[in-house]
């Protein structure tokens, strides 16, 4: 008997509690997750590299010609070269190429994916080959547009991406604003990101509070409704926190225009930068017309 219950697998194992995991824990878990990885980006932000150490204009210009570059191209090899460019400017600037291929390589492979795998088959061409029993013909022309479509998203979204993690988000903001972007627009992107972060936060709190009252594991139908009512709960916190936030920033002398304490200042480097990148893209523009 004794060696019985010795040999049954422990109930604190971490393959058992992974199973015993229901909605709460993982609802916490995933939020937990969403905030280490701003953090992470942060940190990213503050590293000495070399999009880092660039003025937020010139990344937000010179990387906005490149995104455009990518999409008008209508030669894969050019757009596979910015493709080789973002990898680069990627190591230059000390972003991990396995971070960049999980978190944004394959999510971009499923999604576009999606999008893509049907044109194989409904784009009107030269037939390759049939697929067995569905006898779907697939063509030159749809796997053609497929991998431009894939490969357009992948480079455009590598390099927008690069612009995020090695810049911090109030120094895009007021780049874009130099760059003469409508204040509201700018004002709602930036008023989005903080509340993202408070909305994470407190649901995190909720769902923790909710944790911890609980004693054993609810059923579907009870994880459902705790779903809906926590949803509830925080678009009502949301709204009121909002209009409290506005009276707090009116009260402060908001008048539609946010200002920042940074003062951006253009060296030398940023301007060779600038100049490289226009190079680059118009190189692209050309080659891939």
């Known amino acids: 008997m004794t060696q019985s219950i010795a040999s049954m697998p422990n109930a604190s194992t971490p393959s058992s509690r992974r ?5 709460i824990e993982r609802t916490v878990h995933s939020l937990a997750d969403a905030l280490e990885q701003a953090l992470y980006a942060e940190e990213i932000a503050k590293a000495d590299g070399f999009l880092q150490g660039l003025d937020p204009r010139v ?27 973002a990898v680069a400017l990627a190591l230059l ?7 960049l291929a999980t978190r944004v390589w394959l999510g971009v492979l ?9 044109a194989i088959f409904v784009t009107p061409g030269v037939p390759l080959l049939r697929l067995p029993l569905l006898n779907w013909p697939v063509t030159a022309q749809g796997i053609k547009a497929a991998l431009y479509l894939f490969t357009r998203v992948e480079t455009a979204t590598t390099l927008s991406v690069l612009l995020m993690l090695c810049t911090p ?6 780049a874009l604003r130099v760059l003469h972007v409508p204040v509201i627009f700018v004002v709602i992107l930036g008023m989005t990101y903080r509340y993202i972060f408070v909305l994470l936060q407190t649901a995190a709190d909720m769902f923790e509070s909710r944790q911890s009252r609980l004693v054993g594991r609810l059923d579907g139908p009870e994880q459902r409704r705790l779903a809906a009512a926590s949803v509830g709960v925080l678009l009502g916190k949301s709204l009121q926190l909002s209009s409290e936030v506005y009276l707090a920033m009116l009260a402060r002398g908001y008048r539609g225009e946010v200002h920042t304490l940074d003062d951006f200042k253009t060296q030398p480097r940023d301007w060779l930068a600038l100049a490289g990148f226009v190079i680059v893209a118009a190189c692209a523009f050309w080659l891939g017309r």
Request: no cysteine; net charge positive.
């Open 110 to 118: 499923f999604f576009t994916g999606v999008l893509a795998v049907p």
């Open 169 to 174: 988000w109030n120094h895009v903001l007021k």
């Open 19 to 23: 199973r015993r995991q229901g909605f």
């Open 93 to 99: 600037s000390h972003v991990p190429i396995r971070r």
């Open 59 to 85: 990344k937000v210009v010179g990387l906005l010609l490149l995104v455009v570059a990518a999409a008008m191209a209508q030669s894969l090899w050019v757009i596979g070269a910015l493709f080789a460019v």
